[in-house]
């Protein structure tokens, strides 16, 4: 069974600072996504990671990539309120096997 | 989400009834799931469809069954609602190979009281 862990569950932060969530996955997989979810709101996707090594950056946030460690990690830079949300990460089993298993999510907090 | 609505957006049953939730896109895409969002549980993959009258189970199916009929729907029916079924239900769709990954709807908020 494919499990995914993220790791802090809770993250509160002070504006401007650096932080990274991780996520560890148990099985071989090629392809790892990451989302955002704002209180009482839907799944946004941020990232699409399909290959060992990717590296992806949207602003202040920036997205990696090892499948040999079987490591996902999401940082983040110089934080701001505005970042304060959920993070889920999601791997594909199997390429091609079209179904996501979920991180149980990073709850971020961003203080002034 | 633009190109696909869940409805209703919430929802109160009592325990023992029947409940449909609706998913519906216009992307024309092949994929469409049904995943129930629980505090410390992250998203769970309920049943998903990998084309019309195509369907399989997901890790938390039991209680749940669906119906593809159409490209465009796909309908979650709990067939006796029970209290654990209280949850957020998103559904989600994708294209081959999920290179974009999936596109969320809005989600449903159901209490069975």
């Known amino acids: 069974e494919l499990k995914v862990e993220q790791n802090p569950l809770f993250l509160s932060m002070q504006e401007g600072k650096n932080y990274t969530i991780y996520c560890n996955y148990s099985?071989?997989?090629?392809?790892l996504y990451w989302y955002r979810q704002d209180p009482g709101k839907s799944l946004e996707s941020l990232f699409v990671?399909?290959?060992?090594?990717a590296v992806k950056q949207e602003g202040r946030l920036m997205a990696s990539l090892d499948t040999k460690a079987r490591l996902s990690t999401l940082h983040i830079t110089a934080a701001v309120h505005d970042l304060s949300a959920t993070y889920f990460c999601?791997?594909?089993?199997?390429?091609?096997?079209?179904?996501?298993?979920f991180g149980t999510g990073t709850r971020l907090t961003i203080i002034p | 989400d633009a190109g696909i609505t869940q409805s209703p957006r919430h929802k109160v049953t009592e325990t023992g009834t029947p409940v449909t939730l609706r998913c519906h896109q216009t992307?024309?895409?092949?994929?469409m799931y049904w995943y129930r969002q629980d505090p410390g549980h992250g998203l769970r993959l309920i049943h998903y469809?990998?084309?019309?009258?195509?369907?399989d189970k997901g890790e938390v199916s039991d209680g749940y069954s669906v119906s593809r009929s159409k490209t465009e729907d796909f309908l979650l029916t709990l067939e006796s609602a029970t209290s654990s079924q209280t949850s957020v239900y998103f559904c989600?769709?994708?294209?081959?190979?999920?290179?974009?990954?999936?596109?969320f709807g809005s989600g449903t908020r159901l209490t069975v009281v």
């Open positions: 989600a769709i994708s294209e081959s190979w999920a290179v974009y990954g999936y596109t």
């Open positions: 990671l399909l290959s060992n090594g």
């Open positions: 469809s990998y084309g019309v009258k195509d369907t």
């Open positions: 999601a791997v594909d089993k199997d390429f091609g096997n079209e179904k996501l298993t």
């Open positions: 992307e024309n895409h092949r994929y």
């Open positions: 099985t071989t997989s090629d392809r």
